[in-house]
Nanobody, 124 residues
């Protein structure tokens, strides 16, 4: 079983930054795509960003493009989500997920292993 653990969430003010980290172990994490999703209160979970197995291909949702940056360190088994210029609408529980294949996807069904999530709250 692959364990996925997120960290780095917390309380931030509008316009500031936070960096989320996702760590895991095993081949599934190193060789597959990884995605970040988020779920705000009362809303469905949505795709935020994704990265392929070697970091060469990245995807972003329109709502975070230009503000969030996803990166990975395969040797440290870590995927990071740098979140800049945070807005109150970024408030959500953020989840990291490991894809079934080498590439990321905006579709939840493409992911097999999920973390428990980390809360991000942005005050106005």
């Amino acid at each position: 079983q692959v364990q996925v653990t997120e960290s780095g969430g917390g309380l931030a003010e509008t316009g500031t930054s936070l960096t989320l980290s996702c760590v895991s172990s095993g081949r599934a994490f190193s060789n597959n795509g990884v995605g970040w999703f988020r779920q705000a209160p009362g809303k469905e979970r949505e795709f935020v960003a994704g990265i392929n197995w070697n970091g060469g291909d990245k995807q972003y949702s329109d709502s975070v493009k230009g503000r969030f940056t996803i990166s990975r360190d395969r040797y440290q088994h870590t995927v990071s989500l740098q979140m800049d210029n945070l807005k109150p609408e970024d408030t959500a529980v953020y989840y990291c997920a490991v894809a079934l294949r080498a590439f990321s996807s905006s579709t939840e069904s493409a992911y097999r292993y999920w973390g428990q999530g980390t809360q991000v709250t942005v005050s106005s």
